[in-house]
């Protein structure tokens, strides 16, 4: 299976549904709203006059969103109805960015610039079949000294719903619609792969990025999950026998000197 094909495919059909969503609220990015969650803003710190790269971006909210902040940002993401889009918000706006249609593996072979920052965030590592590889890009991408930060989804809830928490060479290939309010009920075929913490941790070391901070977080900033209840205002959670789940971690890091 051609798993690219597949996810982009499954990607284009998404990014039609995401972008008229109450969800996205494309609406109010456009008066000014800023989407990046406080944990990320309050983990990265000022991006002002740097350069950043965002992988696997979508259609460019959280990128631009940067961009809003002072960062010069490029986005890269695997479906061309996601760039396109991307692309229309930043003339629209006057922004100082850059999107380029590419999967993460392909964007990584060809790159030739070095970036301040690279930013990945929620929902992104489980469309990679390989960590190593996706740690190279980073690496490659990155200037000396700068910093890697991600903000993902635990997988330990993936491992509470039925999937497998260490990662297996043969993917998860399933039928499913999307999670934002206006779903119509529609599927699309997706092709994921499960990465436990550790890999995440390793395939960073491996290629010289310096772990300064490894954090978890009992919610999330997305009420994206069946059965979410809501604490405080804008954190969302679920609970296990009584417990909360852990929903996400983040990972900041340097690059070697």
């Known amino acids: 299976m051609d798993y690219v094909k597949v996810n982009k495919e499954s990607w284009n059909k ?7 969503s109450e969800f996205y609220d494309v609406a109010g990015f456009l008066k000014g709203k800023n989407t990046l969650t406080s944990i990320e803003l309050d983990e990265v710190g000022d991006v002002s006059g740097k350069d950043l790269l965002h992988l696997q971006c979508h ?3 959280d990128t631009l969103s940067w961009a809003r902040l ?33 999967d993460l ?3 990584g072979d060809s790159c030739e610039a070095e970036y301040d920052i690279v930013f990945t965030s929620y929902g992104v590592l489980c469309w990679l079949p390989d960590l190593d590889k996706w740690a ?15 903000a993902e ?8 719903s039925g999937y497998p928490y260490f990662h297996q060479t043969e ?13 119509k009920g529609d599927t699309s075929t997706l092709v994921t792969w499960a990465h436990p913490l550790s890999d995440v941790v390793n395939a960073l070391l491996k ?5 300064c901070q490894l954090n978890e977080y009992p919610y999330s900033p997305y009420n994206c999950f069946a059965g979410m209840t809501e604490g405080e205002k804008g954190k969302f959670y679920l609970s296990h026998q009584g417990q909360p789940i852990p929903l996400v971690y983040t990972i900041k890091g340097n690059k070697k000197l």
Request: charged share 20%; hydrophobic share 40%; proline share 3%.
């Open 14 to 20: 998404r990014t039609e549904i995401h972008f008229s």
């Open 59 to 61: 259609f460019g909210l």
């Open 105 to 107: 593996y392909s964007f």
């Open 136 to 150: 190279k890009v980073i690496a490659r991408s990155l200037k000396p000294g700068g910093v890697f930060y991600m």
């Open 171 to 183: 993917p998860d290939v399933e039928n499913e619609g999307t999670y934002t309010e206006n779903d």
């Open 70 to 102: 002072g960062a010069r940002v490029t986005g890269v993401d695997l479906s061309s109805s996601a760039v396109e889009k991307a692309t229309m918000l930043s003339k629209q706006l006057q922004l100082d960015s850059h999107f380029i249609c590419s």
């Open 207 to 211: 290629v010289g990025i310096q772990i």
């Open 153 to 160: 989804f635990h997988p330990f809830n993936d491992f509470l």
